[in-house]
């Protein structure tokens, strides 16, 4: 495994607070498992931290006496390992001097905001997207390991793809890959590995079944690799054989289309461009009606993150990002195709994290 940099939570944390002021918010709390590991390296599956002008304190059991402050070291937080009790008075205490308590509004059940009402008297306010947006922008330790997630799943597609002509099952081949890429380094699969064959592969999100691989399939694979909990995203489309003249101009289609997407991910661009450069493309080609989904997603700690590639997207790309550009076409009966690489946004452009071949044929 390739040695990687530490990441630098201090910075992140200054951020934080300095979104909080302009949003006049003068204490902040999430329970998100992916927000508390951003923001201090825990990685515990039960944690609050609470951020404040002047204090930065994580609340978890004793579970995890041991383990929050080995993956928190060096940070300037404080640790109270307790019960549900000694938290609510040290939450308390701690925002005996605020006026509100911003809420990640989009990573928060209902039961949890009733619960705190109960706990804290204090105002509690929505702040949609005050964590994810600082976390659009991947730092260079981050970009490190999205790549370094990115190689292996290139690295363990190039061992077993021409397994797709010995007529595996998708499940067979689902798990063949999945081990490659977990013998290769990954310390788990970013999502449910997709295999979808023949018709099943007019379903975006198809599971891995049982039907067997044929000569004359289109078959669509996408999967990706999980590093130090950063993810990649890929997705390629093989003909077994001969699969005839419309699947092949599907293929030729998306694949050009997946292209042109590409070269249009730039620093200013909308998002909504690259949405359109492939849109356009298959549009010109009678599929565009075949395209049932946005064109791309952020990509980091989560498997889909800000920002997202859409026709009504608004985002404006920025130099850091890394996102997925992924055309598809799926005609039911018929079968699907999708191409998708793992983006980074570059100063003159783009670079692609993942490069695996886009040959097709087996």
């Not at 944390?13 to 590991?37: E, G, K, P, Q, Y």
């Not at 067979?172 to 788990?188: H, I, P, T, W, Y």
């Not at 997925?324 to 100063?347: A, C, F, I, K």
Request: glycine share 8%.
């Amino acid at each position: 495994m390739v040695d990687l940099p530490e990441l630098q939570r201090a910075p992140r944390i200054s951020n934080l607070r300095h979104a909080m002021s302009n949003a006049s918010l003068d204490s902040f709390m999430t329970s998100d498992r992916t927000s508390i590991r951003w923001l201090s390296g825990f990685t515990g599956s039960a944690g609050t931290l609470l951020v404040t002008e002047d204090t930065l304190q994580l609340l978890t059991d004793g579970r995890y006496s041991e383990q929050a402050p080995k993956e928190t070291a060096g940070t300037e937080i404080e640790l109270c390992i307790g019960d549900r009790q000694h938290h609510k008075q040290v939450m308390r205490h701690k925002l005996s001097q605020s006026a509100t308590l911003a809420l990640e509004a989009d990573r928060i059940s209902w039961g949890e905001v009733e619960e705190l009402k109960e706990a804290v008297e204090i105002a509690l306010v929505p702040a949609k997207g005050l964590l994810s947006d600082l976390r659009k922008v991947k730092e260079p330790e981050e970009v490190a390991r999205l790549e370094a997630a990115a190689t292996i799943a290139d690295k363990a597609l190039a061992q077993v793809v021409l397994g797709l002509g010995d007529e595996p099952t998708e499940k067979e081949f689902a798990r063949v890959l999945d081990n490659a890429m977990l013998k290769l380094g990954a310390e788990s699969l970013s999502f449910e590995t997709i295999c979808a064959s023949g018709p099943n592969a007019a379903l975006p999100h198809a599971r891995p079944s049982t039907r067997t691989i044929r000569p004359g399939d289109l078959v669509i694979v996408d999967f990706g690799a999980v590093v130090d909990g950063y993810h990649s995203d890929m997705s390629r489309t093989y003909a077994i054989g001969d699969v005839g003249q419309n699947c092949w101009n599907m293929l030729e289609s998306v694949t050009a289309a997946q292209k042109h997407g590409c070269e249009t991910v730039r620093p200013g661009v909308k998002a909504s461009d690259v949405d359109n450069a492939c849109r356009s493309h298959l549009a010109k080609k009678n599929l565009s009606e075949y395209f049932v989904h946005g064109t791309g997603h952020g990509v980091g700690l989560e498997i889909h993150e800000a920002p997202w590639i859409n026709s009504q997207s608004d985002e404006i790309l920025e130099e850091f990002q890394v996102v997925t550009v992924e055309p598809g076409v799926y005609r039911p009966g018929v079968g699907g195709v999708r191409v998708e690489d793992t983006v980074l946004v570059t100063s003159s452009g783009h670079r692609r994290l993942t490069t695996a071949p886009k040959d097709s044929v087996i």
